[in-house]
Structures are given as C-alpha cells and as structure tokens.
C-alpha cells in the first residue's frame, strides 16, 4: 500500500486480501473516489482520520475487517459520520436518515491511531492470521481477483485459464500471484490506448512463447 504515497491522482484503488492494516499512505490521493479494502487487518476505526482528508471519496467497501466490531449499527454509523460524502459504504446505498442519525450514534475520529512497529506492503506473507486460514489462502486467489475484476467492471477471466494451479502452493506465493495480478488489474486502468497496445503486444508475445516452450 506505500506505493500509494507516489500516486496522488489515482481515483480507484482496490487492495481486498492484503493483510493491510495502516491507511496513512492513502492520504495524498486527493482524487481518490473508490476504495476498496474487504479482508484485510485494519484493527481500528482510527485508521479512518486518513481518508477523512480525501474531498472525493465516494465509495468505500471495508467490510470483514476486524474494525467492524461486533455491532454494525455502530461500524456503520462511525464511518458515516467520519467520512459523510460516502454514497455507498460496503455496496450499500448511503441514505440522508443515515447521515442524520450517524451524528448521533457514530463516533467522531479526531486523531490518527498510534503508530505500529512493522510497515504494511505486498510482500507481508506471513500474516497469515490477518488473510485467514491456510485453506482460504490457498482457494481465494481466483475468486477474490475475479471480485477485483467486477469492482473494477472488467469482464471476469475463465476458471479454465488457471485450472493448472496447484493447491499445493505455498500461502506466499498464492498471495503474491494474487496481489501481483490485482495491481496490474488496477494499473491497466490508468493506460491510454497506446499503453494498452503495448501491454497486448507483449503479453501475446509472452504467450506465443510459452506455447513453443510446451511444444
């Protein structure tokens, strides 16, 4: 997630299953207007003060994360009353009773949480307490990029392609593949259409090679 320090103009940015916990590198994307952040390690609503910097945050999806707490009402409304431009928090329509009642029931976040000891990134592949089981680890890889590709309205890839992946993987390595093909997924979305055609050209060629080497 610290690569979003270097990208202030991006508008959507999804990180689902990453083990993420620390949001302050997202407070210098002033475009930003989608996040998406499902099952990830984000511990406390405090992580909220970085996004209430954000003018055009609109949507924000960050359930299953253990800030949820065991009351949603009081999830719900915290967030809403922090972050009150929200028009859909976890792909749920935002109401103006919603808003209304979050100044009574939510929590006001003044301050940053306390800052921790490790830095979260990509190549945090031993929490595995954070991404769930081994099992999870090891069966999300498709399912959770093909939940990117529909946050990202991009036509979902076939089961098909990646029937050659072994359960015997390690949990780092499936993590990785995963995040690796979510952030080229997100990355795409910034090409032109002279970028685009670069990146076909070389992944036909990649293929093309890979099938000579299977000959």
């Known amino acids: 997630i610290s690569i979003c320090r270097d990208l202030p103009n991006i508008e959507v940015i999804t990180f689902s299953v990453n083990g993420i916990s620390d949001l302050e590198p997202l407070h210098r994307c002033q475009n930003l207007s989608e996040l998406y952040l499902r099952k990830n390690n984000i511990t406390s609503l405090d992580e909220l003060f970085y996004l209430k910097t954000l003018p055009r945050l609109r949507v924000l999806w960050l359930a299953e994360n253990p800030c949820c707490g065991p009351d949603p009402h009081r999830y719900r409304m915290t967030v809403l009353r922090n972050l009150p431009s929200l028009q859909k928090l976890d792909n749920q329509a935002v109401t103006e ?8 029931d939510g929590v006001e976040i ?50 098909g392609k990646y029937s050659s992946f072994s359960s015997q993987e390690t949990d780092c390595s499936c993590k990785k593949r995963n995040n690796v093909l979510n952030a ?9 259409a002279e970028g685009l055609e670069i990146i076909q050209q070389t992944v036909a060629r990649r293929l093309q090679k890979k099938e000579l080497q299977e000959e």
């Open 97 to 104: 009773e919603e808003l209304s009642q979050a100044l009574v």
């Open 110 to 159: 003044t301050a940053p949480p306390a800052r921790r000891s490790v830095e979260n990134g990509w190549s945090e592949c031993t929490a595995s307490s954070a991404a769930g089981s081994t099992t999870e680890l090891l069966s999300c890889s498709l399912e959770e990029t093909s939940k990117t590709q529909e946050e990202l309205d991009m036509k979902p890839v076939p089961r």
């Open 184 to 192: 080229i997924l997100l990355l795409m979305k910034e090409l032109d």
